[in-house]
């Protein structure tokens, strides 16, 4: 995971909301930061074929919505602002909206119209470098097209719902625009799933490691999976509202039959918010028990140099002792007085020793 990605986040919308200040409502500006020139992926399909291809205009795009078949038009590049345009003015969507599209730290939400469906949900994915990365992603239901607008091109998680529109044994392209939305929702859940399963085992790792070995530095990494689950938090909370208004909401678009399967969705999002909630309590715990650990290690290295101290107190008394510069103490005149010093002092070691063991203060 890459730790910059909440600061990053952060950095992006305060740099960019800048944009905005003093525009009336409506006004587009494309909130993000990838500079990326238009590419729509255009895939055309029924029950009999399936056909890819790039174009790089909205006219082109446009341009292969037909009757007889669905379209799934994948819009990369949010930045064309004027290519945008022309996808609201054939869709009929007003700039309020069209401003939601653009917005990539626009919340998670749905919108109910007439004749489309909107949904903004973020996306989440690990990128080739390792990276957990966050994209906003529009989605605009139409009667026989599908409209997803995407920051940038070459990385998504919608590779699966390609290969199986490709396949002709499957029923996937037997069934209309509103099976091909939930798809899209589905890849984006299932993703959520694969994130908190690697969040989930560094925190079962690092819980160990606090246990077994406790260091100085975990503390930062508790911070960091603290900020990572609280990010985790903000994206994906709202897509089970976003899910759960798709399928309670009677619209045209949705058949009742592909009602049952966003219910399904929406059952998948409500275990994924409730894991991000057992989160955050083992992740406050986990400081807990941080704490306790290292107030514990600190505990066990001060009892050790305090039996230590205790075996040489009487040791050192014996040699202070001795050491004093007086002429008459007879024991300096025998010839058996050193060794015997030394034997009294090694059995008072041991004898110790011995005793600090049956305490079980060892």
Known sequence: MSKTIVSTAKKKQKANRAKKVGLPAGSLVYFGEKEKPLNIEVITYNESSCQFKKVFSAADALNTIGDGYITWLNVNGLNNIEEVKKLGAYTQLNNLLLEDVLDTEHRPKVEILDNHILVIIKMLYYGKDGQLLSEHLALLLGSNYLITFQESEGEDVFEPVRKRLQNTETSFRKRKTDYLLFGLLDAIVDNYFVILDKVTERIEVIEDEIIAHPKEDMISEIQFLKKTAIFL??????????????????????????????????????????????YRDILWGLTDTYMGAMSNKMNNIMRLLTLISTIFIPLTFIVGVYGMNFKYMPELELWWAYPLVWGIMLGISVAMIFYFKQKKWF
Do not use: G
């Open 233 to 278: 938090q903000k994206s994906i909370i709202p897509s089970r509202e976003v899910v759960n208004k798709i399928e309670k909401s009677p619209h045209w678009l949705i058949e009742v039959d592909t009602k049952h399967y966003f219910r399904d969705l929406h059952d998948h999002t409500v275990q994924i918010v409730e894991t991000l909630a057992t």
